[in-house]
């Protein structure tokens, strides 16, 4: 009815298409959500503004409009900046999901991650998330030992944190010593570039 009397057009700067379109898919969330082990309750737990984390999906599936999100654009709505924070990042995951290694939308998107994966119906990936979890909290080597042996600090210590980890995460490394010799093979390697 909203859609049809154009109410819906007076919030939302879109087509009545894509509206109608992104009610189609909040229609369907419930169907997805049964597939993703979510704790008993979590779904109705506040999130920001008295908006549920449901609400919240509802609200990111709503506002998605070819994979993209401006909240200028919706200045109709009034969110807080921990609601568009949340679905700005959801929206560049949902954007970039099929071309960005799973390890960067992982890391760009932090705990938007879920949401991206519920978005994308795809429930296989949570062991995944769960692994980079892991990972991002202790890696093979700690940021302290590794600042330690390159001697590197400020930016450059966290790209080389960066590389470790996503090396572990893509099961190139798999022990603290296979760990060592990749880490000594990238300091080489940037010794060898600036001589």
């Not at 900046?81 to 992982?106: E, P, Q, S």
């Not at 994308?120 to 949570?126: C, E, F, Y």
Request: proline letters at 2%; charged letters at 30%.
């Amino acid at each position: 009815m909203a859609c049809s009397d154009n109410l819906l057009k007076t919030i939302l700067p879109f087509s009545e298409s894509i509206i109608r379109q992104n009610i189609k898919v909040i229609s369907k969330l419930d169907e997805v959500l049964k597939k993703f082990p979510i704790k008993e309750g979590h779904l109705e737990k506040v999130f920001s503004q008295n908006l549920t984390y449901k609400g919240l999906l509802r609200l990111e599936i709503l506002l998605l409009r070819d994979g993209h999100f401006s909240p200028l654009l919706f200045s109709n709505l009034r969110l807080s900046n921990k609601i568009i924070k949340r679905i700005t990042n959801a929206h560049k995951g949902v954007r970039n999901f099929k071309t960005a290694y799973l390890f960067d939308i992982f890391y760009e998107t932090k705990e938007s991650s879920i949401d991206i994966l519920i978005l994308k119906n795809r429930a296989d990936l949570l062991k995944e998330y769960a692994r980079f979890s892991r990972i991002w909290k202790k890696g093979l080597l700690t940021s302290q030992e590794i600042s330690r042996i390159s001697k590197i600090k400020g930016p450059k210590l966290g790209q080389l944190i960066m590389e470790l980890k996503r090396a572990q995460f893509e099961r190139k490394i798999n022990s603290r010593s296979n760990a060592m010799k990749l880490l000594c093979n990238i300091l080489h390697n940037i010794s060898s570039k600036t001589l």
